[in-house]
C-alpha cells in the first residue's frame, strides 16, 4: 500500500528552528508537496520538491531525498503565526495526490 | 484576487437531510477536486472533475454525488448525511496540465449533522 509517515505533534519555542519529516512509500514519485493548514482552514501551498536537495523560500526550507523516501520542512525564526498543521503529501507514478495525516506544530513563547 | 471560494463557510443539517455544497473558482482552472477531511486526518480525495469528465474515487460512497454545470462552478451533494459524515468539505482546483499540478484550496465548508 502506498503510505507517508509524519510526526503527529511537535512542539518548539519562538525565534527558533524547528524541523518537520516526511518519509513515503508510494508507488512511483512525481513529486512531494507541502502545505500549511491553521486550525479550521484549508491548506495553502507551501513548496513542492521533485529534484532532490533543498529548496529555500524565505523563513520556509524544504529538502528532498528520493532515495530515501525522505523531506523535510525546516521552519526558521517561528513565528507564533507558525502554529499549524503541516502536511506532506507525494504525487505517485499516477499522479494521485496521496496525504498524509499531518504534523501539528505548537510553538510556544 | 484569483480565489477558490466556498459558501457556506458552516452548514447545519439534520441527519438524513439533502444537503448541497458549493464552490466556485475564478482561476480559470480545469480541475475541480471534492476533498473530505475530519480532525487530525488528512483529506480524503472524493472525486475530482476533469472539465466535464468526472473521475469517482472508488471508496467514495453513493451518498455523495457532485455536479460540475460549468467551468467555474462545482457541487458536492449529499443525499442522506449521516452523523459519520460531519466533516470539513474542502474544494480544490488544478490548472490540469500535463505533469505535477499545484492544488489551491478554497477555505472550506464544515458541515455538522444533528
Known amino acids: 500500500g502506498q503510505n507517508i509517515d509524519q510526526p503527529t505533534e511537535m512542539t518548539a519555542t519562538e525565534g527558533a528552528i524547528v524541523q518537520i519529516n516526511c518519509t513515503y512509500q508510494t508507488s512511483g514519485f512525481n513529486g512531494l508537496f507541502w502545505y500549511q493548514q491553521h486550525a479550521g482552514e484549508a491548506p495553502t501551498f507551501l513548496s513542492y520538491?521533485?529534484l532532490d536537495g533543498l529548496e529555500e523560500k524565505g523563513r520556509f526550507s524544504s529538502f528532498l531525498s528520493r532515495s530515501k523516501g525522505y523531506s523535510y520542512l525546516l521552519l526558521k525564526e517561528l513565528q507564533m503565526k507558525d502554529s499549524a498543521s503541516y502536511l506532506c503529501a507525494v504525487f505517485d507514478s499516477n499522479y494521485q495526490l496521496i496525504w498524509g495525516a499531518g504534523t501539528k506544530l505548537i510553538i510556544k513563547p | 484576487d484569483a480565489m477558490v471560494i466556498q459558501n457556506p463557510r458552516y452548514q447545519v443539517t439534520q441527519f438524513g437531510k439533502p444537503v448541497t455544497l458549493s464552490c466556485s473558482q475564478t482561476l480559470n482552472h480545469n480541475v475541480m477536486y471534492w476533498y473530505q477531511q475530519k480532525s487530525s486526518q488528512a483529506p480524503k480525495l472524493l472525486f475530482h472533475y476533469y472539465d466535464k469528465d468526472f473521475n469517482n474515487e472508488a471508496d467514495t460512497p453513493d451518498n455523495f454525488q457532485s455536479r460540475r454545470p460549468n467551468t467555474s462552478f462545482c457541487f458536492l451533494d449529499i443525499r442522506s448525511p449521516g452523523l459519520g459524515d460531519a466533516a470539513m468539505y474542502l474544494c480544490?482546483?488544478?490548472?490540469?496540465?500535463?505533469?505535477?499540478?499545484?492544488?489551491?484550496f478554497g477555505p472550506g465548508t464544515r458541515l455538522t449533522v444533528l
Open positions: 520538491n521533485v
Open positions: 480544490a482546483t488544478s490548472r490540469g496540465g500535463t505533469g505535477a499540478d499545484t492544488q489551491y
